[in-house]
Structures are given as structure tokens and as C-alpha cells.
């Protein structure tokens, strides 16, 4: 089989369920225009909101790896030196407030999942109104998130960060409370 066949029978597949079998040319008559025009400015508006959250997790993992950068910078500019001076329980305080940073951050990106998770339900039902069904079928094209080969979500790679941050710290602060 050659990569054009298959690339065919994917889109054949795909097709298949792209197109909404529930709907034709006769929904979108003068009768029904106004009606339409609501599902599909609705439909719009969705969309749009789904990207503004996508946008909101890009800045807040921004945001979240700016504080990190900022602390292990810091963190090496004091040296050990200054960090031996330090008091344990100052050291616990940091610690503290360092691996409540990344559980905030762990947090947020979880909601913004589950609210992702909802609007594109949300898009996808108000597909059913559409004559086209993009969101459904480039989900089914991906294999509906089951399978980590075909696709990989962002937010399991997001999620990754803080807890790698949280050990690391956890980590440190270990080490340099055995030093102090």
C-alpha cells in the first residue's frame, strides 16, 4: 500500500466524520437562516473562548517559570556560602514557599484541563448544529487522546514541570538542611 493510498483512506475516514450524516442543504433554508446563524455565532464565540484559556495557560506557565528561573538564580548567585548561613527554619521557610508555588502552579494547570476539557465538549455538541464537525474529527483523527503514540496533551507534559520542580526542591532542601 503507498503512502497515497493510505493518506486516502484517511481522508476518506475522516471525511466520514467531518461531515454531520444528521444535516443536509434543507436545514439551511430562509426559515431556519436566523436559527443558524445563532448556532453558529455561538459556536464562534466557543471557540473563541476555548483559545483565550489555551492563551491564560501559556501565560500563567510563563509566569510560573519565570518565579522558578528567578529562585534558582538566585538560589546560585548566594552560593553555599550564604546558604550555611542561613537558619534552618529560614531554609524551610523557602523551601516551603518554593514547593507551594509549583503545587499552585501543578493546580492551575489541572483546572485549566478540565475547563479546556469542557468547552471543547461544548464545541463539539454544538457541532451536531453544523453541517461540518472539525473539532470531533481531528480528535477521532488523534484517537480520541487514548493512545500516547498518536498524541501526546500538552497539559501532561505541563503538569510534568512543577512536579519535577517540587522534587527538586524537595531534594535541595534536604541537602542543604543536612549541611546547615
Not at 18 to 39: F, M, P
Request: net charge positive.
Amino acid at each position: 500500500m503507498s503512502a497515497d493510498e493510505t493518506d486516502s483512506d484517511t481522508l476518506t475516514e475522516l471525511g466520514g466524520r467531518l461531515w454531520n450524516s444528521r444535516l443536509n442543504d434543507r436545514h439551511y433554508t430562509a426559515d431556519r437562516e436566523k436559527y443558524q446563524a445563532a448556532v453558529m455565532e455561538q459556536y464562534r464565540l466557543c471557540v473563541e473562548m476555548a483559545d483565550r484559556i489555551s492563551a491564560r495557560r501559556s501565560l500563567t506557565n510563563t509566569f510560573f517559570l519565570t518565579v522558578n528561573a528567578a529562585l534558582l538564580t538566585a538560589a546560585g548567585a548566594a552560593g553555599g556560602t550564604v546558604l550555611r548561613g542561613t537558619p534552618a527554619w529560614g531554609l524551610m521557610v523557602a523551601g516551603l514557599v518554593a514547593v507551594g508555588q509549583c503545587g499552585a502552579w501543578f493546580l492551575l494547570i489541572a483546572s485549566y484541563r478540565r475547563l479546556n476539557r469542557a468547552k471543547y465538549k461544548v464545541i463539539c455538541a454544538l457541532e451536531q448544529r453544523l453541517p461540518a464537525r472539525s473539532y470531533d474529527a481531528e480528535w477521532a483523527e488523534l484517537g480520541d487522546g487514548r493512545t500516547l503514540t498518536r498524541y501526546v496533551p500538552l497539559t501532561l507534559v505541563e503538569l510534568w514541570i512543577p512536579a519535577l520542580f517540587i522534587v527538586f526542591y524537595v531534594v535541595a532542601g534536604v541537602a542543604a538542611l543536612k549541611s546547615a
